[in-house]
């Protein structure tokens, strides 16, 4: 399953609830590279001065890392991808990839928020240092301030949620990404959820899309 859709639409908000509520594993290539930078392994030191600017980090790096995350023993029966795939050639590499496997992907939910409120919740998102999980003052705040719900850690604001590197993710987002929405059109895969409504709403149609499956 594929979690799509602009910065900031609620990918990893939305993705964390299904997980919770399938037992599916969360996988998230942005937080695959925030560790990576975090623990200044090759990988984050090759992927760090694209993920500042905002830019895609290159695919070469990218399909590698993700591949090797689904090979993991808890991705193996199926996951929800989110923040993969962001290009065509990422695209065509995850699908020959489970080919090889005998899977495929079931679906493609692709969340649509109006590029206003994009930027309103990129800049009062506050982020987990510990779980990666995501709050903001005007949908969702923890009960203890400055610490999350979910495991205690600390929250802080992402770098790439700065005013320049969120215009340029956006203008990457056009450029690069949204073009998949044709590709998996074409497949027959794509399911459009307004996301400009509360969490549960959208959690709601999402989780009714899955169940028919
Ligand atoms: P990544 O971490 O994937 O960032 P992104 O796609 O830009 O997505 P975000 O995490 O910003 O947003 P989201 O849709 O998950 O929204 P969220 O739920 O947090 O990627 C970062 C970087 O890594 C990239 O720029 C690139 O450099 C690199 N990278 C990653 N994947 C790559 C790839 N495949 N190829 C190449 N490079 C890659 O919600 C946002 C805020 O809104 C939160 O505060 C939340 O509380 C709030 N919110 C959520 N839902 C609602 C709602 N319904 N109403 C009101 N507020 C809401």
Redesign the pocket.
Known sequence: MI?F????????????ILAEKTGLVHI???????EAIRKETELGRQ?KP??D???????A??IGM?LERLAEEDAVHGCLL??????LE?ATALDDALIGQGQAIDKVLC?Q?PED?LLG??A????CRGCGD???R???WPKVEGRCDRCGGELYQ?D??QPE?VRR?LE??SRQTAPLIDYYRGQGKLVEVD?????D??SGELQAALKEL
């Open positions: 979690l859709g602009p910065p900031g639409a609620g990918k990893g908000t939305q993705a964390a998230t290539t942005g937080e695959l590279f925030r992927a694209y993920y600017r905002g830019d895609l980090v290159p695919d790096l990218t993700l989110d923040g993969f795939p962001r290009t990422q969340i928020v409120e919740r990129l009062g998102r506050w982020t995501v709050y903001h005007q949908s969702r992402r790439d949620d590197a993710r990457v987002y996301g400009y409504r509360s969490v709403e959208v």
